[in-house]
């Protein structure tokens, strides 16, 4: 009797009525596994089970360390913005589902947020203030290791040392509303020598103010981008070379259908060029599409750069305004791109 009153008293504490202070979904059924401190979110990553159908609610404050999910969980922080993390690993697992915190003013050598192997969706999460503690820190999100699915809504990046987000091999990458702001070395990398495609997708995205470019693509990923902006990309000085870029993509397979879609989107404020793409082998930009697409700024020289590929005669058709056109048709040297993979520990 002693033992079933314990048991019952340990599963009311671990609950609550959160229907106030956490946006849960129906599945959680009203309650959750509560932690309030690193170690009781480590006991809850460890053993929360059916009886909270693995919801986790995280309380007010910073949780300070790092935690690994390993297992399919649910993981929500208080609707009043009051829960922050600093480090957080997701690890060959699916079905994990992030919502309501943040990770501000870190100190990584790595990244705030890491994923490898996993399916993840998470929502209403922000990053700020991620400095870097080694050459290969202070970036916001890093997905890497074994093939991800990667879902990103309603959620900011800014203020990072480093890359925003970086994605490293074939990984499928979805962002929704997101806005990345501030990021001190690109807002959002994407990198893939495997053989095997990865795919990113963006939709009503803002970027604001990143250094060297916004978005850059080397290797095997196929970009969608859609109903977004990119308002100031800062120069940045790299081996000699002066860079600041809207959009950068350098691959071997511009000429297939879908390597490259920008629509109803606008570039603008960056220090170089809007667009470039770099067939690497001289390949034709066939595969590339641009629908309602603007491209200007006060301080650039160039608005799309073809080079090491055959540029398409309707290539342009689609970009309604390029303050650039003349100087693009003139160009005749070739553009030094930022082509090294990054590195990760």
């Known amino acids: 009797m002693i ?10 504490s671990c609950s609550q009525n959160v229907s106030l202070d956490y946006d849960l979904p129906e599945e959680c059924g009203g309650k959750c596994y509560a932690a309030h401190d690193i170690n009781s979110l ?13 919801c986790v609610c995280l309380g007010s404050g910073v949780f300070e360390g790092s935690v690994t999910v390993a297992k399919p969980l649910r993981v929500f922080g208080r609707k009043d913005g009051s829960t922050y993390l600093k480090s957080l690993a997701i ?5 994990v589902f992030l919502r309501d915190f943040s990770f501000k003013n870190i100190s990584s050598d790595s990244a705030a947020l890491f994923i490898s192997g996993s399916s993840v969706e998470m929502e209403n999460i922000s990053f700020s203030g991620v400095s870097a503690s080694s050459v290969f820190g202070g970036r916001g999100i890093v997905i890497s290791g074994r093939e991800s699915e990667v879902l990103i809504k309603n959620s900011k990046m800014e203020r990072t040392d480093g890359t925003g987000i970086l994605i490293n091999g074939a990984h499928k990458v979805t962002l929704e509303n997101v806005d990345l702001s501030k990021c001190g070395f690109a807002a959002l990398w994407a990198q893939n020598n495997s053989g095997n495609r990865g795919v990113l997708s963006v939709s009503g995205a803002a970027f604001s103010d990143n250094g060297a470019a916004a978005v850059e693509i080397l290797g095997n990923t196929a970009i969608k981008i859609s109903e977004s902006s990119i ?62 697409l603007s491209v200007f ?3 650039g020289s160039f608005g799309l750069v ?15 305004r390029n303050d650039f056109l003349s100087a693009d048709i003139k160009r005749d040297e070739e553009l030094f791109i930022i082509d090294t993979f990054f590195e990760l520990q």
């Open 91 to 95: 690890s060959d697992t699916s079905g």
């Open 231 to 292: 308002e100031g990309v800062r120069k940045r000085d790299v081996m000699l070379e002066s860079v600041g870029d809207g959009i950068v993509v350098k691959n071997s397979f511009l000429a297939e259908a879908g390597s490259v879609t920008i629509e109803n989107s606008s570039i603008s404020g960056f220090a170089r060029a809007g667009i470039i793409l770099d067939g690497v082998d001289g390949s034709a930009s066939a595969g590339v599409t641009f629908e309602n």
């Open 297 to 299: 700024s006060e301080q």
């Open 3 to 12: 033992v079933l009153i314990f048991i019952l008293v340990l599963l009311i």
């Open 306 to 320: 073809v080079q090491n590929a055959t540029e398409e005669a309707s290539l342009r058709e689609g970009i309604t």
């Open 42 to 54: 480590q006991d809850a990553l460890v053993n929360s089970a059916a009886a909270f159908s693995n």
